[in-house]
Protein backbone atom coordinates (compact mmCIF):
# COMPACT_ATOMS: atom_id res chain seq x y z
CA UNK A 1 0.00 0.00 0.00
CA UNK A 2 1.32 3.85 -0.77
CA UNK A 3 0.59 5.18 2.65
CA UNK A 4 3.14 4.29 4.78
CA UNK A 5 2.09 4.83 8.53
CA UNK A 6 3.47 1.73 10.03
CA UNK A 7 5.88 3.81 12.49
CA UNK A 8 3.39 6.82 12.27
CA UNK A 9 2.39 7.87 16.23
CA UNK A 10 -0.11 10.85 16.67
CA UNK A 11 -0.70 12.29 20.05
CA UNK A 12 -1.99 9.86 22.72
CA UNK A 13 -2.44 6.73 20.34
CA UNK A 14 -0.32 3.68 19.65
CA UNK A 15 2.24 4.00 16.37
CA UNK A 16 0.68 2.92 13.14
CA UNK A 17 -3.41 3.74 14.13
CA UNK A 18 -4.99 6.84 12.64
CA UNK A 19 -7.86 6.88 14.28
CA UNK A 20 -10.18 9.42 12.26
CA UNK A 21 -13.27 7.82 13.69
CA UNK A 22 -14.19 9.36 16.66
CA UNK A 23 -13.52 13.25 16.47
CA UNK A 24 -10.68 13.79 18.73
CA UNK A 25 -8.42 16.43 19.07
CA UNK A 26 -5.11 15.15 17.00
CA UNK A 27 -2.84 18.05 18.36
CA UNK A 28 -3.76 17.21 22.17
CA UNK A 29 -4.57 19.83 25.35
CA UNK A 30 -2.64 22.88 25.88
CA UNK A 31 1.01 22.47 27.37
CA UNK A 32 -0.19 24.50 30.15
CA UNK A 33 -2.92 22.05 30.99
CA UNK A 34 -0.59 19.44 31.51
CA UNK A 35 1.86 21.42 33.30
CA UNK A 36 -0.97 22.57 35.70
CA UNK A 37 -2.54 18.57 36.52
CA UNK A 38 1.31 17.26 37.22
CA UNK A 39 1.46 20.58 39.97
CA UNK A 40 -1.83 19.70 41.24
CA UNK A 41 -1.03 15.95 41.90
CA UNK A 42 1.01 16.68 44.88
CA UNK A 43 -2.40 17.81 46.36
CA UNK A 44 -4.24 14.73 45.26
CA UNK A 45 -4.74 13.23 48.91
CA UNK A 46 -7.16 17.12 49.45
CA UNK A 47 -10.59 17.21 47.77
CA UNK A 48 -11.30 20.00 45.44
CA UNK A 49 -9.84 23.34 46.38
CA UNK A 50 -12.27 26.45 47.50
CA UNK A 51 -10.79 28.71 45.04
CA UNK A 52 -11.61 26.60 42.23
CA UNK A 53 -14.73 28.36 42.33
CA UNK A 54 -12.97 30.29 39.69
CA UNK A 55 -13.89 27.87 37.23
CA UNK A 56 -17.11 28.81 37.57
CA UNK A 57 -16.78 32.65 37.30
CA UNK A 58 -14.56 31.94 33.97
CA UNK A 59 -17.18 30.25 32.42
CA UNK A 60 -20.04 32.68 33.66
CA UNK A 61 -17.56 35.10 32.31
CA UNK A 62 -16.87 33.25 28.55
CA UNK A 63 -20.90 33.21 28.04
CA UNK A 64 -21.80 36.60 29.45
CA UNK A 65 -24.13 35.19 32.10
CA UNK A 66 -23.97 36.02 36.13
CA UNK A 67 -21.67 34.29 38.10
CA UNK A 68 -23.77 33.55 41.53
CA UNK A 69 -21.19 34.56 44.04
CA UNK A 70 -22.90 32.21 46.55
CA UNK A 71 -20.96 28.60 45.44
CA UNK A 72 -18.62 28.35 47.95
CA UNK A 73 -17.17 24.94 46.58
CA UNK A 74 -17.71 23.38 42.84
CA UNK A 75 -20.55 21.12 42.67
CA UNK A 76 -22.36 22.64 45.45
CA UNK A 77 -25.58 23.35 44.85
CA UNK A 78 -26.83 27.14 44.26
CA UNK A 79 -30.54 28.44 43.71
CA UNK A 80 -28.45 31.33 41.39
CA UNK A 81 -26.55 29.57 39.19
CA UNK A 82 -26.41 29.65 35.43
CA UNK A 83 -23.94 27.26 35.28
CA UNK A 84 -23.66 23.31 36.17
CA UNK A 85 -19.82 20.85 35.78
CA UNK A 86 -20.74 17.68 35.21
CA UNK A 87 -18.51 14.36 34.45
CA UNK A 88 -18.74 15.42 30.24
CA UNK A 89 -21.93 16.53 28.44
CA UNK A 90 -23.55 12.92 28.23
CA UNK A 91 -24.22 12.74 32.07
CA UNK A 92 -26.21 16.58 32.08
CA UNK A 93 -27.98 15.25 29.02
CA UNK A 94 -29.29 12.52 31.03
CA UNK A 95 -30.35 14.81 33.90
CA UNK A 96 -32.00 17.65 31.76
CA UNK A 97 -33.86 14.13 30.30
CA UNK A 98 -35.07 12.91 33.49
CA UNK A 99 -35.53 16.89 34.62
CA UNK A 100 -37.71 16.83 31.64
CA UNK A 101 -39.44 14.46 30.48
CA UNK A 102 -41.94 11.81 31.37
CA UNK A 103 -43.48 8.91 30.37
CA UNK A 104 -45.92 9.65 27.62
CA UNK A 105 -44.26 12.63 26.44
CA UNK A 106 -42.56 13.93 23.12
CA UNK A 107 -39.33 14.62 22.08
CA UNK A 108 -38.47 16.20 18.79
CA UNK A 109 -35.15 14.73 17.38
CA UNK A 110 -34.06 15.67 13.57
CA UNK A 111 -32.22 12.41 12.02
CA UNK A 112 -29.31 11.91 11.22
CA UNK A 113 -27.84 13.37 14.35
CA UNK A 114 -26.17 12.72 17.76
CA UNK A 115 -29.35 10.76 18.53
CA UNK A 116 -28.26 10.67 22.56
CA UNK A 117 -31.70 12.52 23.76
CA UNK A 118 -33.85 10.04 21.55
CA UNK A 119 -31.95 7.01 23.26
CA UNK A 120 -32.44 8.84 26.64
CA UNK A 121 -36.48 9.62 26.07
CA UNK A 122 -36.86 6.43 25.12
CA UNK A 123 -35.52 5.00 27.90
CA UNK A 124 -37.83 7.30 29.75
CA UNK A 125 -40.67 6.07 28.43
CA UNK A 126 -41.61 9.01 26.02
CA UNK A 127 -41.63 8.79 22.52
CA UNK A 128 -38.60 10.36 20.00
CA UNK A 129 -39.61 12.15 16.90
CA UNK A 130 -37.39 12.37 14.01
CA UNK A 131 -37.88 14.70 11.75
CA UNK A 132 -35.43 14.58 8.00
CA UNK A 133 -33.04 17.21 7.37
CA UNK A 134 -32.83 19.18 4.40
CA UNK A 135 -31.76 17.85 1.07
CA UNK A 136 -28.51 20.07 2.07
CA UNK A 137 -28.18 17.91 5.13
CA UNK A 138 -29.09 21.05 7.61
CA UNK A 139 -31.64 21.42 10.33
CA UNK A 140 -35.40 21.56 8.75
CA UNK A 141 -36.60 24.16 11.68
CA UNK A 142 -39.86 24.51 9.84
CA UNK A 143 -40.80 20.24 9.62
CA UNK A 144 -39.48 20.68 13.59
CA UNK A 145 -42.01 23.11 14.71
CA UNK A 146 -44.49 21.28 12.67
CA UNK A 147 -44.58 18.17 14.53
CA UNK A 148 -45.14 20.14 17.77
CA UNK A 149 -48.41 19.47 19.41
CA UNK A 150 -49.76 19.20 23.00
CA UNK A 151 -47.42 16.39 24.56
CA UNK A 152 -43.71 17.46 23.12
CA UNK A 153 -42.12 18.42 26.13
CA UNK A 154 -38.20 19.43 24.30
CA UNK A 155 -36.45 19.65 21.19
CA UNK A 156 -32.59 18.98 20.54
CA UNK A 157 -30.30 21.16 18.46
CA UNK A 158 -26.91 19.53 17.86
CA UNK A 159 -25.31 23.00 16.23
CA UNK A 160 -22.89 22.06 14.09
CA UNK A 161 -24.66 18.89 13.69
CA UNK A 162 -22.86 15.43 13.97
CA UNK A 163 -22.95 13.93 11.86
CA UNK A 164 -23.13 16.24 8.46
CA UNK A 165 -21.00 19.45 9.95
CA UNK A 166 -24.08 21.55 9.10
CA UNK A 167 -25.25 24.57 11.10
CA UNK A 168 -28.29 26.61 12.62
CA UNK A 169 -27.52 30.21 12.38
CA UNK A 170 -28.43 32.32 15.22
CA UNK A 171 -31.12 34.07 13.42
CA UNK A 172 -32.82 31.04 12.96
CA UNK A 173 -33.13 29.50 15.61
CA UNK A 174 -33.94 32.75 17.40
CA UNK A 175 -37.00 32.63 15.28
CA UNK A 176 -37.78 28.97 15.38
CA UNK A 177 -37.25 29.37 19.62
CA UNK A 178 -39.66 32.29 19.89
CA UNK A 179 -41.92 30.09 17.96
CA UNK A 180 -42.54 27.45 20.34
CA UNK A 181 -44.81 27.37 23.41
CA UNK A 182 -42.65 27.97 26.21
CA UNK A 183 -43.14 24.59 28.00
CA UNK A 184 -41.20 23.36 25.34
CA UNK A 185 -37.45 23.01 26.49
CA UNK A 186 -34.82 23.52 23.71
CA UNK A 187 -31.59 21.97 24.10
CA UNK A 188 -28.75 23.27 22.14
CA UNK A 189 -25.68 20.60 21.85
CA UNK A 190 -22.59 22.84 21.36
CA UNK A 191 -19.57 19.95 21.43
CA UNK A 192 -18.39 21.24 18.48
CA UNK A 193 -18.83 25.44 18.70
CA UNK A 194 -15.53 25.31 19.54
CA UNK A 195 -14.62 23.93 16.02
CA UNK A 196 -17.18 26.75 14.13
CA UNK A 197 -15.84 29.28 11.91
CA UNK A 198 -19.40 30.46 10.47
CA UNK A 199 -20.13 33.35 12.74
CA UNK A 200 -22.96 33.31 11.72
CA UNK A 201 -23.91 29.75 14.09
CA UNK A 202 -25.81 30.46 16.50
CA UNK A 203 -24.47 31.44 20.46
CA UNK A 204 -26.24 28.88 22.73
CA UNK A 205 -25.76 30.82 25.77
CA UNK A 206 -27.44 33.94 24.19
CA UNK A 207 -30.26 32.29 23.73
CA UNK A 208 -30.24 31.66 27.19
CA UNK A 209 -29.58 34.61 28.06
CA UNK A 210 -32.94 35.68 26.46
CA UNK A 211 -35.34 32.72 26.43
CA UNK A 212 -36.06 30.62 30.05
CA UNK A 213 -36.85 27.49 27.97
CA UNK A 214 -32.80 27.14 26.35
CA UNK A 215 -30.62 24.83 27.82
CA UNK A 216 -27.19 24.80 26.69
CA UNK A 217 -24.25 22.04 26.97
CA UNK A 218 -20.66 21.91 26.01
CA UNK A 219 -18.02 20.09 26.05
CA UNK A 220 -14.01 20.62 26.51
CA UNK A 221 -13.16 17.28 24.76
CA UNK A 222 -13.42 18.52 21.43
CA UNK A 223 -11.50 22.26 20.66
CA UNK A 224 -9.77 22.27 24.57
CA UNK A 225 -8.38 18.40 23.72
CA UNK A 226 -9.76 17.03 27.45
CA UNK A 227 -11.40 13.93 25.37
CA UNK A 228 -10.34 12.00 28.38
CA UNK A 229 -11.28 14.16 31.14
CA UNK A 230 -14.91 13.72 30.23
CA UNK A 231 -15.74 17.66 31.35
CA UNK A 232 -18.57 19.34 30.40
CA UNK A 233 -21.05 22.29 31.04
CA UNK A 234 -24.31 23.14 30.86
CA UNK A 235 -25.78 27.33 30.77
CA UNK A 236 -29.47 28.13 31.31
CA UNK A 237 -31.25 30.42 33.11
CA UNK A 238 -31.31 29.45 37.71
CA UNK A 239 -34.70 28.42 37.60
CA UNK A 240 -34.41 25.93 35.20
CA UNK A 241 -30.60 24.76 36.69
CA UNK A 242 -32.61 24.06 39.59
CA UNK A 243 -34.26 21.88 38.15
CA UNK A 244 -31.25 20.14 36.42
CA UNK A 245 -29.87 19.87 39.91
CA UNK A 246 -32.31 17.94 41.09
CA UNK A 247 -31.20 15.39 38.89
CA UNK A 248 -27.60 15.60 38.72
CA UNK A 249 -25.16 14.90 41.64
CA UNK A 250 -21.24 14.78 42.01
CA UNK A 251 -18.71 16.80 40.21
CA UNK A 252 -15.56 16.44 38.21
CA UNK A 253 -12.24 15.58 40.14
CA UNK A 254 -10.20 18.11 41.46
CA UNK A 255 -7.49 17.20 38.09
CA UNK A 256 -10.62 17.96 35.79
CA UNK A 257 -10.87 21.27 37.34
CA UNK A 258 -7.44 22.39 37.09
CA UNK A 259 -7.24 21.03 33.74
CA UNK A 260 -10.38 22.99 33.20
CA UNK A 261 -9.21 25.86 34.40
CA UNK A 262 -5.57 26.10 32.46
CA UNK A 263 -7.45 25.35 29.15
CA UNK A 264 -9.80 28.17 29.79
CA UNK A 265 -6.10 30.35 30.28
CA UNK A 266 -4.71 29.25 26.75
CA UNK A 267 -7.57 30.58 24.68
CA UNK A 268 -5.48 30.53 21.74
CA UNK A 269 -4.88 26.91 21.86
CA UNK A 270 -8.83 26.55 21.00
CA UNK A 271 -7.40 28.60 17.57
CA UNK A 272 -4.56 26.40 17.33
CA UNK A 273 -6.82 23.43 17.00
CA UNK A 274 -9.54 25.42 15.13
CA UNK A 275 -7.32 25.80 12.14
CA UNK A 276 -5.24 22.28 12.61
CA UNK A 277 -9.34 21.20 11.70
CA UNK A 278 -9.60 23.54 8.84
CA UNK A 279 -6.39 22.44 7.23
CA UNK A 280 -7.55 19.09 7.40
CA UNK A 281 -10.99 19.35 6.46
CA UNK A 282 -8.95 21.76 2.99
CA UNK A 283 -7.36 18.76 2.16
CA UNK A 284 -10.26 16.45 2.34
CA UNK A 285 -11.76 18.70 0.17
CA UNK A 286 -9.40 18.92 -2.40
CA UNK A 287 -9.34 15.45 -2.53
CA UNK A 288 -12.99 14.89 -2.42
CA UNK A 289 -12.92 17.28 -5.46
CA UNK A 290 -9.79 15.53 -7.38
CA UNK A 291 -11.40 11.87 -7.37
CA UNK A 292 -15.15 13.56 -8.07
CA UNK A 293 -16.31 12.76 -4.92
CA UNK A 294 -19.37 14.37 -3.36
CA UNK A 295 -19.01 15.79 0.51
CA UNK A 296 -20.31 18.19 3.01
CA UNK A 297 -18.68 21.26 3.69
CA UNK A 298 -18.39 20.92 7.53
CA UNK A 299 -18.21 23.80 10.52
CA UNK A 300 -17.38 20.59 12.97
CA UNK A 301 -14.66 18.13 13.81
CA UNK A 302 -15.20 15.58 10.83
CA UNK A 303 -16.59 15.86 6.85
CA UNK A 304 -18.96 13.24 5.39
CA UNK A 305 -17.86 11.94 2.00
CA UNK A 306 -19.89 10.27 -0.80
CA UNK A 307 -17.85 6.79 -1.32
CA UNK A 308 -19.90 4.68 -3.19
CA UNK A 309 -19.86 1.23 -1.31
CA UNK A 310 -18.92 2.68 2.30
CA UNK A 311 -18.71 -0.54 4.24
CA UNK A 312 -15.92 -1.66 1.57
CA UNK A 313 -14.15 1.68 1.95
CA UNK A 314 -14.32 1.83 5.68
CA UNK A 315 -13.10 -1.77 5.61
CA UNK A 316 -10.55 -1.14 3.10
CA UNK A 317 -9.03 1.57 4.85
CA UNK A 318 -9.29 0.17 8.56
CA UNK A 319 -6.75 -3.25 6.72
CA UNK A 320 -4.65 0.30 6.56
CA UNK A 321 -5.10 0.94 10.34
CA UNK A 322 -6.99 4.24 8.94
CA UNK A 323 -9.93 4.20 11.43
CA UNK A 324 -13.32 6.34 10.10
CA UNK A 325 -16.94 5.49 10.46
CA UNK A 326 -19.46 4.24 8.19
CA UNK A 327 -22.21 6.60 7.81
CA UNK A 328 -24.40 4.71 5.57
CA UNK A 329 -24.35 1.41 9.50
CA UNK A 330 -24.63 4.58 11.53
CA UNK A 331 -27.13 6.91 10.30
CA UNK A 332 -28.53 5.94 7.01
CA UNK A 333 -27.05 8.39 4.76
CA UNK A 334 -26.29 5.77 1.75
CA UNK A 335 -22.75 6.07 0.54
CA UNK A 336 -20.95 8.12 2.65
CA UNK A 337 -18.03 7.74 5.39
CA UNK A 338 -17.69 10.41 8.49
CA UNK A 339 -14.10 11.18 8.87
CA UNK A 340 -12.84 13.19 11.64
CA UNK A 341 -10.09 16.00 10.96
CA UNK A 342 -6.36 14.85 11.71
CA UNK A 343 -3.03 16.44 12.07
CA UNK A 344 -1.44 17.21 8.59
CA UNK A 345 0.31 14.07 8.43
CA UNK A 346 -2.67 12.01 9.39
CA UNK A 347 -4.83 14.03 6.65
CA UNK A 348 -1.98 13.10 3.88
CA UNK A 349 -1.86 9.70 4.72
CA UNK A 350 -5.95 9.27 4.67
CA UNK A 351 -6.05 10.68 1.14
CA UNK A 352 -4.00 8.95 -0.07
CA UNK A 353 -5.00 5.84 1.48
CA UNK A 354 -8.61 6.54 -0.34
CA UNK A 355 -7.13 7.38 -3.61
CA UNK A 356 -5.26 4.07 -3.42
CA UNK A 357 -8.22 2.71 -2.83
CA UNK A 358 -10.95 4.14 -4.86
CA UNK A 359 -8.40 4.03 -7.97
Wanted: aromatic share 6%.
Amino acid sequence: MSPDNDAYRSVGLPPGIIRLSRNENPIGPSPSVIEAVKARCDRINRYEDPDQIALFRRLAELHGVPHDEQLALPGVGSDGAWIRVGDGSEHLMHAMARAFISAGDELIEPHPSFGLMTRYAEELGARAVRTPLTADYVYDLDAMAAAVNERTRMVVITNPNNPTGTIVTHDALSRFVAGLPERVMVLVDEAYADLAEDEACADGAGLAREFENVLVVRTFSKGYGLAGFRFGYGVAQPQVMKRVRAFHGGSPSALVMTAAIAALDDPDHVIRTRSTASASKATYYAACEELGLEYVRSEAAFVLIEVGDAAAVTAALADRQILVINAEASWGIRGMIRVSYGNEEESRIFVEALREILN
